[in-house]
């Protein structure tokens, strides 16, 4: 059963635009991740927050921005999308020292043409 | 640096077979073993993870793994497949520090269960 929810779960844009992807999650956590998955299925981390806090900024190109309101919720906004954005970005949500047991959501699959 | 080896990047068994999914780690420090799957067009789901004690953990759907640490390993195994096992499966490890939601995932197997 899904409880972490993204939104939207496709979007093709073009070079230059921008983007915004939205996640909640509704399993009580207070830790949301960002990770990206490649076209090759390689997955990477790329932002943590904890109760709204930056707690890992992984090596991501500055157009890249986390947004989160409360501990619930997690967006990635990605101000003038490059060809290599495409990709699926993938939402996760654990409690702090989650032990390695992260929850996903579906994944936003962006492709820029 | 943590490192994560998945050596067989496809698996193709038959329904009712047994399967083992590899993974070898690299890590000096204490950590979090966990495995996870991914059927097409889905996010990740967690099957099992391991941390201390019994080396053999048991996970959903019927699927365990066996930690060994001299041989740096976390392999996946199931003993008989369905059909619906196709997925591509992640190994994935993190340090026991604070941060335990940075996974290191190694690259996926793809494992096709033919009916």
């Known amino acids: 059963e899904t409880a972490v929810f993204q939104t939207p779960n496709y979007h093709v844009t073009q070079v230059g635009n921008e983007v915004s992807f939205n996640c909640k999650q509704t399993?009580?956590?207070?830790?949301m991740y960002w990770y990206k998955q490649d076209s090759k299925k390689l997955l990477k981390i790329m932002f943590s927050?904890?109760?709204?806090?930056?707690?890992v900024n992984e090596t991501v190109p500055r157009r890249f921005s986390p947004q989160s309101s409360d501990k619930a919720h997690l967006n990635l906004r990605i101000k003038s999308v490059e060809p290599e954005d495409s990709a699926v970005y993938l939402c996760?949500?654990?409690?702090?020292?989650?032990?390695?047991?992260?929850?996903f959501g579906e994944g936003s699959k962006l492709t820029v043409l | 640096t943590q490192t994560v080896s998945q050596s067989d990047a496809h698996v193709t068994v038959f329904e009712g077979d047994s399967v083992e999914l590899r993974c070898n780690y690299s890590?000096?420090?204490?950590?979090?073993l966990s495995w996870y799957i991914q059927h097409h067009g889905h996010g990740l789901q967690f099957l099992l993870k391991?941390?201390?004690?019994?080396?053999v953990v048991q996970g959903v759907n019927g699927f365990e793994a066996e930690f060994s640490k001299s041989d740096s390993s976390f392999h996946l195994r199931k003993a008989s497949v369905h059909w619906s096992d196709s997925a591509v499966y992640f190994c994935?490890?993190?340090?026991?520090?604070?941060?335990?939601?940075?996974?290191?995932f190694g690259h996926g197997t793809i494992l096709r269960v033919h009916p």
């Open positions: 996760a949500s654990s409690y702090w020292g989650g032990a390695g047991q992260l929850y």
């Open positions: 927050y904890n109760n709204k806090q930056l707690i």
């Open positions: 391991y941390y201390s004690g019994n080396p």
């Open positions: 890590y000096g420090g204490s950590i979090y």
């Open positions: 399993l009580g956590h207070d830790t």
């Open positions: 994935a490890v993190s340090d026991t520090g604070a941060n335990t939601g940075k996974l290191t």
